[in-house]
């Protein structure tokens, strides 16, 4: 559900990258942090894509999360059009099974930064994590939680290994 005064924008290429864009969603939810969505395509779209790229910052938009499959240009077209930082999920598909997402987001060249997250389901996750983390930079409340969750991935890492070690 987008949220008002958004900090997060996510956009992806099309409405079928939606079901692991949600997982971005939901990470951003666990944190409290407000966001808004929108499908936009960079070659389908190129002008709406360029204009919320423009605009975002002015909006109050403070990080921008880019999905795109194929040959994945959304992030990059995002970049070149805002001084926001953008953080790409190359999804999975198609012939070269997101191999040609990943390079495409990841393979900028130099002066134009895409921070490039995991192909797959740990890509939308890890790239809420690291938008909360960048906010976090800016606000102590943020960066807390953000040690929190440090926390629980230890406590869980923790769990398993007496797990391992109980006698059967
Ligand atoms: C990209 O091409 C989208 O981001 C999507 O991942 C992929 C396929 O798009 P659809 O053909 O499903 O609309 O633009």
Not at 6 to 11: E, L, Q, T
Not at 71 to 94: N, Q, Y
Not at 113 to 123: E, I, N
């Amino acid at each position: 559900m987008d949220s008002q005064n958004p900090r997060v924008g996510i956009v992806m290429g099309s409405d079928s990258d939606w079901p692991l864009v949600k997982k971005a969603c939901d990470t951003l939810d666990s944190f409290g942090v407000p966001y808004e969505t929108r499908v936009i395509s960079a070659h389908r779209t190129p002008d709406v894509a360029l204009d919320y790229a423009k605009t975002a910052e002015g909006r109050g938009i403070q990080v921008i999360i880019a999905a795109a499959g194929g040959a994945a240009h959304l992030g990059g077209v995002l970049a070149a059009g805002t001084v926001l930082p953008v953080i790409g999920i190359p999804v999975a598909g198609g012939a070269l099974n997101g191999l040609d997402a990943l390079y495409a987001t990841v393979q900028m060249p130099s002066g134009v930064p895409v921070a490039t997250v995991a192909c797959g389901s740990a890509g939308p996750v890890n790239a809420a994590l690291l938008a909360v983390q960048i906010l976090g930079t800016a606000d102590a409340g943020l960066r807390e939680k953000f040690r929190a969750h440090k926390e629980t991935l230890r406590a869980k890492v923790t769990k398993a290994n007496e797990r391992i070690h109980q006698p059967e």
